[in-house]
Structure formats: structure tokens, C-alpha cells
């Protein structure tokens, strides 16, 4: 559900006007809400082309996505650095399944996070920025499906910032700069990325803190595009792939059981509704 007042410079306009640009929804949105859910004008149904006047209230109620899998109560504890109305922002744990799936249907991400609401019925779970099962740190979880759709327009732009550390196997050279391989999936293979050149175009910023024994270093990314797999890939093309990782290096099952070692470290976000600037550090335990 979403609401909105109108303001006095927007008196006359069409109620669609106002959801596309005031309340910033899709125009997927606002069919989806016109034609499978409702859209209310001082608590009645209205259709889009009515003209509106200051003080009104428009009230939007998305229908909510049935679920691939029926959630199941997972008590994981979890750590909650933020959380509003809106959105929630977790220390996702490694190893973890961000959402559920056939090979983890009750171990997930999702699954806690409906223990965490308190299994409330109708729960519909939103990821926005999802983390591979072997990477740990902050992620993001929206409330409503409006906010989800905000925040995914704002993803890989400056309203929303993520940074991760990673500790490689090998030292980058030069120890700053940026990896502008585009990537594609590998024939023949489920869920393998590789370089290619018909692949999607993906660039990664990157910068060695620290030089480690074992020529290992640990290195601050940023992304700029968001691909499948694009930090491991991209380590792994420059000859420095991340620790542990048993699809683009080597795994490490002793020293990373179960995990690689890639954690979501730092998060700078718009709030897409308040406006407020949320800044969150996570610092990985190796």
C-alpha cells in the first residue's frame, strides 16, 4: 500500500499524472494496481483520468506476487543495522541462500526473514540487491512492492553505492583500477559467467588495501554494473581470483567452509522515500 496528499501546485492534475511522477510508480505498477489491485481517491475507487485537488489522498495497493515457494519458519538470528517502514537492511551470514529454491527451501534468507516479520500471512519476500550464498554483508530488503521497484531503478547509480572487500589469491597490478570485461554466460553451463565479447557490458572499480601473507591481498570493489557472478569473474580474470571460490579459483572448504571470501561491506542509499542518506560498514571477520 502506498499513499500520497496532494500538494497545492499539484491541484488539476489526473490522478495518473501523480502516480508516475509524485508517487514515482511504473507504468507496470500502475497497471498492475489498476487492473489486480486498487487505486483510491479519499478512500474510494477511482479510475486514473480524475482531476485532483490539493489535500486529496491517493491510495495505491499493489497485489502482492504468489510466491514460487511457500515460506517455511527459519530461526536464524539476524542482524538488522537498519529498518523503517519501508525497507530493512541485513548482515546477510555466509553461507546462506539469499532467496529459497529446490536445493534450499528452508534454509534461506527468505525463510528468516519471515520468521523475522513473525510469519505474518500474506508474506511476499523483496530482495533488491541479492548476495551469492558464499558472500556475507549488507543487503538490502524492501517492504512493500513499490519500494522494491524504487530502489531497483536506483541500483549501479549514485543513490545507491556498494562496495566490497575481497581477499584474492594474488596481488592486482597496478593496485587500483578498473576491470571493463564485459561477461556472459558459459555455454553448456547453469550458472558458470565468463569473459566474453558477447557478453553484457560490465565494469568494476577496484583498489588493494592491504597486502597479505601468502600472496594474498584485500581489495575494496566498487561495482558500476551489476552482473551475474561480475566481482568473482573479474578477480578471476585478472589472475587474482577470490579466496575460496570453487567456481573461478580454488576452494578452500578448511578456511572458508562453505563460503568464499567476498562480504558487501559498505552501503551508501537514498532512502526512496524519505530521501534520507543511509551510510552502513560491515567489516568482513577475516
Given at each position: 500500500?502506498?499513499?500520497?496528499?496532494?500538494l497545492?501546485?499539484?491541484?488539476?492534475?489526473?490522478v495518473r499524472?501523480?502516480?508516475?511522477t509524485?508517487?514515482?510508480?511504473?507504468?507496470?505498477?500502475?497497471k498492475?494496481?489498476k487492473?489486480?489491485?486498487?487505486?483510491?481517491?479519499?478512500?474510494t475507487?477511482?479510475?486514473?483520468?480524475?482531476r485532483?485537488r490539493?489535500?486529496?489522498?491517493?491510495?495505491?495497493?499493489l497485489?502482492?506476487?504468489?510466491?514460487?515457494?511457500?515460506?517455511?519458519?527459519?530461526d536464524?538470528p539476524?542482524?538488522?543495522?537498519?529498518?523503517?517502514?519501508?525497507?530493512?537492511?541485513?548482515?546477510?551470514?555466509?553461507?546462506?541462500?539469499?532467496?529459497?529454491?529446490?536445493?534450499?527451501?528452508?534454509?534461506s534468507?527468505?525463510?528468516?526473514?519471515?520468521?523475522?516479520y513473525?510469519?505474518?500471512?500474506?508474506?511476499?519476500?523483496?530482495?533488491?540487491?541479492?548476495?551469492d550464498?558464499?558472500?556475507?554483508?549488507?543487503m538490502?530488503?524492501?517492504?512493500?512492492?513499490?519500494?522494491q521497484?524504487?530502489?531497483?531503478?536506483?541500483?549501479?547509480?549514485?543513490?545507491?553505492v556498494?562496495?566490497?572487500?575481497?581477499?584474492?589469491?594474488?596481488?592486482p597490478?597496478?593496485?587500483?583500477?578498473?576491470?571493463?570485461l564485459?561477461?556472459g554466460?558459459?555455454?553448456?553451463?547453469?550458472?558458470?559467467?565468463e569473459?566474453?565479447?558477447?557478453?553484457?557490458?560490465?565494469?568494476?572499480?577496484?583498489?588493494?588495501?592491504?597486502q597479505?601473507?601468502?600472496?594474498?591481498?584485500?581489495?575494496?570493489?566498487?561495482l558500476e554494473?551489476?552482473?551475474?557472478?561480475?566481482?568473482?569473474?573479474?578477480?578471476?580474470?585478472?589472475g587474482?581470483?577470490?579466496?575460496?571460490?570453487?567456481?573461478?579459483?580454488?576452494?578452500?572448504?578448511e578456511?572458508f567452509?562453505?563460503?568464499?571470501?567476498?562480504?558487501?561491506?559498505?552501503?551508501?542509499l537514498?532512502?526512496?522515500?524519505?530521501g534520507?542518506?543511509?551510510?552502513?560498514?560491515?567489516?568482513?571477520?577475516?
Open positions: 500500500m502506498w499513499e500520497w496528499t496532494v497545492r501546485e499539484e491541484e488539476g492534475r489526473r499524472e501523480i502516480l508516475r509524485s508517487m514515482r510508480l511504473s507504468y507496470t505498477a500502475m498492475s494496481a487492473w489486480n489491485g486498487d487505486i483510491l481517491l479519499n478512500g475507487k477511482t479510475t486514473v483520468d480524475v485532483v490539493a489535500g486529496d489522498r491517493i491510495r495505491v495497493i497485489p502482492d506476487p504468489s510466491p514460487v515457494f511457500t515460506p517455511t519458519p527459519y536464524l539476524l542482524t538488522v543495522p537498519y529498518e523503517d517502514e519501508q525497507l530493512l537492511v541485513i548482515d546477510k551470514p555466509a553461507p546462506l541462500a539469499s532467496q529459497s529454491s529446490l536445493k534450499h527451501p528452508g534454509d534468507l527468505e525463510n528468516a526473514v519471515y520468521s523475522y513473525g510469519c505474518p500471512e500474506g508474506f511476499v519476500y523483496r530482495p533488491v540487491n541479492r548476495l550464498k558464499g558472500t556475507s554483508g549488507l538490502v530488503v524492501a517492504r512493500d512492492g513499490h519500494t521497484d524504487l530502489l531497483q531503478r536506483m541500483l549501479h547509480g549514485e543513490d545507491f556498494r562496495e566490497y572487500i575481497a581477499l584474492t589469491e594474488g596481488i597490478d597496478p593496485p587500483e583500477g578498473v576491470i571493463d564485459p561477461i554466460k558459459r555455454e553448456a553451463a547453469s550458472i558458470r559467467r569473459v566474453r565479447p558477447d557478453g553484457q557490458r560490465a565494469r568494476t572499480l577496484y583498489r588493494v588495501l592491504e597479505r601473507p601468502g600472496h594474498r591481498a584485500l581489495v575494496r570493489v566498487r554494473t551489476g552482473r551475474t557472478h561480475q566481482i568473482r569473474v573479474h578477480l578471476a580474470a585478472i587474482c581470483p577470490v579466496c575460496g571460490d570453487f567456481l573461478y579459483g580454488t576452494e578452500r572448504i578456511e567452509p562453505g563460503r568464499f571470501a567476498l562480504h558487501s561491506a559498505y552501503l551508501k537514498k532512502h526512496p522515500v524519505t534520507k542518506l543511509l551510510e552502513l560498514e560491515s567489516l568482513p571477520k577475516w
